[in-house]
């Protein structure tokens, strides 16, 4: 398997068009491709003195997400955020965009006794709570409830930090944060 950057946009697009939690990039780009084929074309390559090779998103090393997160925590915009369902949907975005699917993952096991508390759509959690304030994740083709309390909030991020392997004095740092 190969890996390929694309910039935040086009990966936005990408993302936008997943249809169940957990899909690959490939299969999306496969669908919405109509590209059938198991067997990749062969393509010819020309380097170029500006190419760079991508590194997988899963081989980053650990300080470097770790820094990642700590910087939104420092981050000024972060700290302008008054109400914990911002800070709660900021942290979540930042844990996607580290490993979507090492986050996709943690949240698939993630629910209450009647709710479910991510999905690929609005719909999905409305059926388990009329309540339930659904909010797109910004970046991520996730919707994520709101309508918790604030410990609640950060019982979920913990769980998927933890999960998604961060440290532990890390992930109490960022949950105290929410």
Known sequence: MKTIEVDDELYR???SHTQHIGESASDI????LK?????P???AVVPTAESTIAQPAVAQPPRDRVRTVRELLLSDEYAEQSRAVNRFLMVLSTLHSLSPQEFAAATE??????RIYFAADEQTLLLHGAQTK???IEGTPYWVITNTNTGRKRSMVEDIMLAMQFPPELTEKVCGTI
């Open 41 to 43: 074309a062969s393509v």
């Open 134 to 136: 659904p909010r797109l």
């Open 29 to 32: 780009l496969r669908r919405m």
């Open 109 to 114: 096991s993630l629910h209450g006794r009647t």
């Open 35 to 39: 590209f059938n084929s198991v067997q």
């Open 13 to 15: 697009y990408i993302a």
